[in-house]
Nanobody, 127 residues
Framework: EVQLVESGGGLVQPGGSLRLSCAAS????????MNWVRQAPGKGLEWVSS????????YYADSVKGRFTISRDNAKNTLYLQMNNLKTEDTAVYYC????????????????????WGQGTQVTVSS
């Protein structure tokens, strides 16, 4: 059984930083493309970032590029999202996710439909 568990969210002031974690079981994070997706209050899902399987390639939404960094720790089988210079617009529930349900599982930047999700962790950026 695949399980993804996010943690690390909380309340932070604009300009602050948080590091989100996604602990995986039932799959090896280095063998799957892993993604961070978020949902702000009253809004739809927004793809945030992706890290490739195997040799690392990373991808970011324009809204977070230069501020967020996706990474993984293979020994801990854990995915991370380092979030710096946070803005109020970053307020959302953040999810880790993998494997698309559409188009034979083909991934593309911006994709929000995945087979496996965590429960999410709340990030609130407010002064």
């Amino acid at each position: 059984e695949v399980q993804l568990v996010e943690s690390g969210g909380g309340l932070v002031q604009p300009g602050g930083s948080l590091r989100l974690s996604c602990a995986a079981s039932g799959l090896t994070v280095s063998s799957y493309r892993m993604n961070w997706v978020r949902q702000a209050p009253g809004k739809g899902l927004e793809w945030v970032s992706s890290i490739s399987r195997g040799v690392v390639f990373t991808y970011y939404a324009d809204s977070v590029k230069g501020r967020f960094t996706i990474s993984r720790d293979n020994a801990k089988n854990t995915l991370y999202l380092q979030m710096n210079n946070l803005k109020t617009e970053d307020t959302a529930v953040y999810y880790c996710a993998t494997i698309a349900n559409v188009d034979g599982g083909t991934w593309y930047p911006g994709l929000t439909n995945y087979k496996y999700w965590g429960q999410g962790t709340q990030v609130t950026v407010s002064s």
